[in-house]
């Protein structure tokens, strides 16, 4: 049973620093990818980074690379995202999910609230 847990989030100011944590379990590393996405009040979701579990290959989107860092620590089945410099525009909740790369299905957890102050 895949579970995952968002944690980390909260209020800091703006070019503050934060880093969310995805403790994950049920699956193996071998078969997954996990990726943040976020979700504003009013706006759409949008993918913010993922990780491939098997060989730490990342990616970002265009508005956060540089800032933020993804990384994985397997032997603790843990995801970390370390942001930088957080923007007012970064404020939403931060979920945390992870894709079967042979199935292609998707598992969700609890986001976590970041907000960022100007």
């Known amino acids: 049973d895949v579970q995952l847990q968002a944690s980390g989030g909260g209020l800091v100011q703006a070019g503050g620093s934060l880093r969310l944590s995805c403790a994950a379990s049920g699956f193996s590393v071998d078969d997954y990818a996990i990726a943040w996405f976020r979700q504003a009040p009013g706006k759409e979701r949008e993918g913010v980074s993922r990780?491939?579990?098997?060989?730490?290959?990342?990616h970002y989107a265009v508005s956060v690379k540089g800032r933020f860092t993804i990384s994985r620590d397997n032997a603790k089945n843990s995801v970390y995202l370390q942001m930088n410099s957080l923007k007012p525009e970064d404020t939403a909740v931060y979920y945390c999910t992870a894709r079967n790369s042979n199935s292609g299905r998707t598992y969700w957890g609890q986001g976590t609230l970041v907000t960022v102050s100007s």
């Open positions: 990780i491939n579990l098997k060989d730490g290959n990342s």
